[in-house]
């Protein structure tokens, strides 16, 4: 009878370890995840500043190439206009229509690669968000399954009782989880 005692305080003894063993790799997990939400959420602001700085200067090489052409269009109607103020004249020969006209051509193309790089910026943040997201599902995932698959320890009568005086060990009712890192 001290033997079945025993036997039972052992067992329950080696759940209770077992239980805490998953409580510390479900903790694990639950920082894991924090951790991946974490970066999730500083890349996902690092993305929105760099996509805010980018429009900013959008908009800049915007209004200098309005103010270009706006200066392109001016020249050209200075060119066939007689008697022009000297100021005027002055700030004409400043600038030439080829200055001009390369100036405008090199905001273009600077506003191009801008535009280009914040789609480029976008697809990353995309792709970036996309990996971390799915990240966070497995570990979520995993500790779905965690407590899903561990049964609640349920006492059974129908054991045969060792009479020899080595205890078993007892056999853990849950599977091995693998470690999340």
């Known amino acids: ?6 036997q039972w305080i052992a067992e329950i003894r080696t759940l209770q370890h077992q239980i805490q063993v998953a409580h510390k790799e479900r903790d694990q997990a639950y920082a894991s995840a924090e951790n991946w939400r974490k970066l999730y959420q500083a890349e996902a602001q690092q993305r929105r500043t760099d996509a805010r700085l980018m429009q900013e200067k959008l908009d800049q090489l915007g209004m200098e190439l309005q103010t270009l052409q706006q200066q392109i269009s001016s020249d050209r109607s200075v060119d066939g206009v007689v008697g022009q103020p000297a100021m ?16 405008l051509q090199q905001a273009i193309a600077e506003a191009d690669g801008l535009r280009q790089a914040l789609q480029a910026e976008k697809m990353d943040h995309k792709n970036t968000r996309q990996s971390l997201t799915t990240a966070l599902a497995d570990t979520m995932d995993l500790l779905t399954r965690e407590k899903s698959d561990r049964p609640l320890p349920a006492a059974s009568s129908d054991r045969p009782s060792e009479s020899s005086d080595a205890q078993p060990q007892p056999k853990s009712p849950w599977p091995e989880l693998p470690h999340l890192h």
């Not at 009878?1 to 025993?6: F, G, I, W």
């Open 88 to 103: 005027q004249l002055d700030q004409l020969e400043d600038f030439s229509v080829e200055q001009l006209r390369e100036s």
């Open 1 to 6: 009878m001290s033997q079945d005692v025993k």
